[in-house]
């Protein structure tokens, strides 16, 4: 909905501000028209005055100079001096139809108006009145007459002008944005749905009826291809289980046979000690079985979590405790370096122990020169995320595989083939990590000496806590 607004929203500025920019585009077109248009040719009044200025007396006549003579013929116009008594003392082309003698009411009427329909102007002469006309239709001539008080309030009357005309593009941008914006929602909100992998049905009516269209086939292909990779991975996640199961039961024929002729007096020792080595190997395949099966579940989201509060640093003491007494060698030391230790998370607490037993592991299995390793846990700065680390000084691992170290070892995503192991522990961890809704992070130390992992996990406030309770 937000984003039906925003797009209502520039619509009607954008509107508004065409608007505008038509309204001062056209007010500044029309006066360079006018003004361009008018000041092409001389001016009525300034022709009259060069006109007036140019004719002098003579003896017994007067005389018009040859720049205004040439003026009067290039604006086909007329002219003529008329006396104190009213009678045409000098005169330039006066057509038939003027007459030579005019009284005072003649005079006033032609000086604001039309004399015998020609547009004339009058301006005064040292010898009586100059007359200048125009042909006929050449000029429009009207008189406008304004009240003081309406001509003070014209600013005003012009600034209301623009308002409503600013109100009325609103008005009408607003209906027919909102008309438009009807028909966008659908859309809108099928490309939304679109994304959030739902199924779409969009009436392909309309101006914008392709679009819905090529829309619903969209969804209808995501559609089927969203339920052919969900078959798939559980296809793949159940034959992945069906065959450890299936590997499980002579396993553990095999282990225990392996086991009786390691405990059997009778036997030889080189006999004992080949079943030994059975039995270990086998109990190594038994560990790699169960881990495949872990993680293609925690990969496709079939593996039930069992969720409850619990304290990370907890299971950091009970983790460690293990390792010390399963006969750590001494070439690795253990330090805890736990703040913060009362902060919960909602998780599953078999499934957090095994990620903290398999980062530790991984610097113990990695190191067999020794290493120092820390664990770490503490909140992060903002509060919002508990920080869970464990970091070593040991070989560390190449920058350039960090970003693909947690992929699975068949994964297409894998560029480079694993080296030692079976390369599903830190695999484990991410794919724990996330089932938690948080994630796992890999940085190798200076000069790629040292791996540190960091789990980090959003820390539940007390209202989910108390939901959950209620729950």
Request: aromatic share 8%; net charge neutral; proline share 3%.
């Given at each position: 909905?937000?984003?039906?607004?925003?797009?209502?929203?520039?619509?009607?500025a954008?509107?508004?501000?065409?608007?505008?920019?038509l309204?001062?585009?056209?007010?500044?077109?029309?006066?360079?028209?006018?003004?361009?248009?008018?000041?092409?040719?001389?001016?009525?009044?300034?022709?009259?005055?060069?006109?007036?200025q140019?004719?002098?007396?003579?003896?017994?006549?007067?005389?018009?100079?040859e720049?205004?003579?040439?003026?009067?013929?290039?604006?086909?116009?007329?002219?003529?001096?008329?006396?104190?008594?009213?009678?045409?003392?000098w005169?330039?082309h006066?057509?038939n139809?003027?007459?030579?003698?005019?009284?005072?009411?003649?005079?006033?009427?032609?000086?604001?108006?039309?004399?015998?329909?020609?547009?004339?102007?009058?301006?005064?002469?040292?010898?009586?009145?100059?007359?200048?006309?125009?042909?006929?239709?050449?000029?429009?001539?009207?008189?406008l007459?304004?009240?003081?008080?309406?001509?003070?309030?014209?600013?005003?009357?012009?600034v209301?002008?623009?308002?409503?005309?600013?109100?009325?593009?609103?008005?009408?941008?607003?209906?027919i944005?909102?008309?438009l914006i009807?028909?966008?929602?659908?859309l809108?909100?099928g490309?939304?749905?679109?994304?959030?992998?739902?199924?779409?049905?969009?009436?392909?009516?309309g101006?914008?009826?392709?679009?819905?269209?090529?829309i619903?086939?969209?969804?209808?292909?995501?559609?089927?291809?969203?339920?052919?990779?969900?078959?798939?991975?559980?296809?793949?996640?159940?034959?992945?289980?069906?065959?450890?199961?299936?590997?499980?039961?002579?396993?553990?024929?095999?282990?225990?046979?392996?086991?009786?002729?390691?405990?059997?007096?009778?036997?030889?020792?080189?006999?004992?000690?080949?079943?030994?080595?059975?039995?270990?190997?086998?109990?190594?395949?038994?560990?790699?079985?169960?881990?495949?099966?872990?993680v293609?579940?925690?990969?496709?989201?079939?593996?039930p979590?069992?969720?409850?509060?619990?304290?990370?640093?907890?299971?950091?003491?009970?983790?460690?405790?293990?390792?010390?007494?399963?006969?750590?060698?001494?070439?690795?030391?253990i330090?805890?370096?736990l703040?913060?230790e009362?902060?919960?998370?909602?998780?599953?607490?078999?499934?957090?122990?095994?990620?903290?037993?398999?980062?530790?592991?991984?610097?113990?299995?990695?190191?067999?020169?020794?290493?120092?390793?820390?664990?770490?846990?503490?909140?992060?700065?903002?509060?919002?995320?508990?920080?869970?680390?464990?970091?070593?000084?040991?070989?560390?691992?190449?920058?350039?595989?960090?970003?693909?170290?947690?992929?699975?070892?068949?994964?297409?995503?894998?560029?480079?083939?694993?080296?030692?192991?079976?390369?599903l522990?830190?695999?484990?961890?991410?794919?724990?990590?996330?089932?938690?809704?948080?994630?796992?992070?890999?940085?190798?130390?200076?000069?790629?000496?040292?791996?540190?992992?960091?789990?980090?996990?959003?820390?539940?406030?007390?209202?989910?806590?108390?939901?959950?309770?209620?729950?």
């Amino acid at each position: 909905m937000e984003g039906i607004i925003r797009i209502l929203r520039r619509f009607v500025a954008t509107t508004i501000f065409i608007s505008i920019f038509l309204l001062i585009f056209n007010f500044v077109l029309l006066g360079t028209l006018v003004f361009t248009e008018n000041y092409k040719h001389p001016s009525p009044e300034g022709m009259i005055k060069q006109v007036a200025q140019g004719l002098e007396k003579q003896v017994d006549s007067f005389q018009l100079d040859e720049q205004a003579t040439e003026l009067l013929k290039q604006n086909h116009a007329w002219a003529m001096l008329l006396g104190d008594k009213g009678h045409v003392r000098w005169d330039y082309h006066l057509p038939n139809d003027v007459p030579k003698s005019y009284n005072l009411v003649d005079v006033a009427k032609f000086s604001r108006y039309y004399l015998m329909d020609y547009p004339v102007y009058t301006s005064e002469h040292m010898d009586g009145l100059m007359v200048v006309g125009y042909p006929k239709e050449s000029h429009w001539k009207y008189q406008l007459d304004f009240l003081p008080d309406w001509i003070s309030s014209l600013p005003l009357r012009i600034v209301l002008l623009l308002l409503c005309n600013l109100a009325l593009a609103l008005l009408i941008s607003i209906v027919i944005g909102t008309r438009l914006i009807r028909k966008i929602r659908p859309l809108v909100d099928g490309v939304h749905n679109l994304a959030r992998e739902q199924a779409i049905q969009l009436d392909a009516k309309g101006i914008f009826g392709d679009l819905a269209q090529s829309i619903n086939s969209a969804s209808a292909i995501l559609q089927r291809k969203t339920a052919a990779l969900q078959d798939r991975d559980e296809a793949r996640s159940n034959w992945i289980a069906g065959i450890s199961h299936d590997i499980r039961t002579p396993l553990s024929l095999v282990l225990g046979y392996a086991s009786e002729m390691e405990d059997h007096s009778d036997l030889p020792e080189e006999q004992r000690h080949q079943a030994g080595i059975i039995r270990r190997q086998g109990e190594k395949l038994r560990s790699l079985v169960s881990d495949l099966n872990l993680v293609s579940m925690l990969e496709y989201e079939m593996q039930p979590l069992h969720l409850k509060h619990i304290r990370l640093s907890v299971l950091a003491r009970q983790v460690v405790t293990e390792f010390l007494n399963n006969g750590l060698d001494d070439r690795y030391d253990i330090e805890l370096k736990l703040a913060d230790e009362a902060v919960q998370i909602h998780g599953d607490e078999k499934l957090l122990l095994r990620a903290i037993s398999n980062l530790v592991q991984n610097s113990v299995r990695h190191n067999s020169q020794g290493c120092k390793i820390i664990i770490e846990a503490s909140l992060s700065k903002d509060r919002s995320q508990y920080l869970f680390i464990v970091r070593d000084n040991g070989r560390g691992i190449p920058q350039e595989q960090l970003a693909e170290i947690t992929e699975l070892y068949f994964s297409t995503r894998r560029k480079r083939p694993i080296e030692q192991g079976q390369g599903l522990g830190l695999p484990m961890v991410a794919r724990i990590a996330k089932a938690h809704h948080g994630r796992l992070v890999l940085a190798s130390g200076v000069d790629q000496r040292g791996l540190t992992a960091v789990m980090e996990f959003p820390v539940q406030s007390q209202n989910e806590k108390l939901d959950n309770e209620n729950i």
